[in-house]
């Protein structure tokens, strides 16, 4: 059994990456990563809400990239940010057009110059920032980069549903195909939950062999009312919030909350 830390980590202090992980950049990880999430219904929400091409979009934390090269395909102009190197590594190999701009480091790393018409985190990614501090230099780094009128699009979960409370073995789901009659199957198990950070290990057996990786990840369930106050602080205001990717209104027990921020005047 292996131990890996696959969460996106950071420096309390500095707001920026810590080392990862040398198994962090293990291929076999971004193999699981891409068939977990062959499902993606925040992508076509996000898709429906850009403005019309030509237009620049931002893809923040775009892990493998699938994203950003669907939004190029569609002929958008697209930066796609991840602090994840093997991430970024695997997306140019995906990218055999160069038509992303691929970055390995946070929207802060981006020079100054570029501006986007839209900007996107997708797949709790918002999560992975532990600290109103980290949330802040996120938001300031957006609202420089942002023509006026472009929007900042994220979700992160509702904390008010817990959805924690089934991250547990009982609640696993069949494995997932990787293709070559090989599966992984990825158990969840909670180990941790604090004011609102939630830790968790998230065990990937493989059928293929005796390989078991194990990854311990902490997220943050942040209320809606943080959320804006810290976006009025960095000069962003809430334009948008929904509770699903079927654009239903929020409610206590919605399953997510989606936002869309707009930069203040």
């Known amino acids: 059994m292996i131990q890996i830390d696959v969460g996106f980590r950071y420096n309390r202090q500095a707001c920026r990456p810590a080392p990862m992980d040398a198994l962090y ?72 057009g160069r038509s992303v701009n691929w970055v390995t480091g946070l929207v802060s790393d981006l020079a100054d110059a570029p501006e986007f018409n839209a900007a996107i985190m997708t797949g709790h990614a918002f999560q992975c920032l532990l600290e109103d ?12 980069r942002l023509h006026r009128g472009g929007s900042f699009w994220f979700e992160t979960r509702n904390p008010a549903v817990r959805p924690w409370l089934r991250w547990t073995p009982e609640h696993t789901a069949p494995p997932y195909n990787l293709g070559g009659g090989r599966t992984v199957q990825v158990v969840h198990q909670v180990l ?21 990786l ?31 990717w079927k654009r239903e209104p929020m ?15």
């Open 133 to 144: 501090s980290q949330i802040s230099l996120l938001f300031d780094a957006i609202k420089r």
């Open 192 to 212: 941790s939950v604090n004011d609102d950070s939630v830790t968790f290990e998230e065990r990937y057996d493989f059928n293929d062999d005796s390989e078991t």
């Open 25 to 96: 950049q293990n291929i076999k990880l971004v193999d699981v990563y891409d068939a977990i999430n062959s499902s993606r219904e925040d992508f076509d929400f996000y898709i429906s809400e850009l403005p019309e091409t030509p237009a620049t979009v931002l893809d923040i934390g775009c892990g493998t990239g699938t994203f950003a090269l669907n939004l190029a395909g569609r002929g958008y102009e697209v930066t796609a940010v991840d602090p994840a190197p093997q991430m970024i590594v695997s997306a140019m190999q995906k990218d055999t």
């Open 251 to 265: 409610s206590s027990d919605s399953p997510e909350i989606i936002v869309r921020l707009t930069k203040a005047t």
């Open 214 to 244: 194990i990854s311990r990840s902490t997220l943050r369930f942040i209320a809606l009312a943080e959320i804006e106050a810290l976006a009025v602080k960095n000069g962003l205001l809430l334009a948008d919030t929904f509770g699903n």
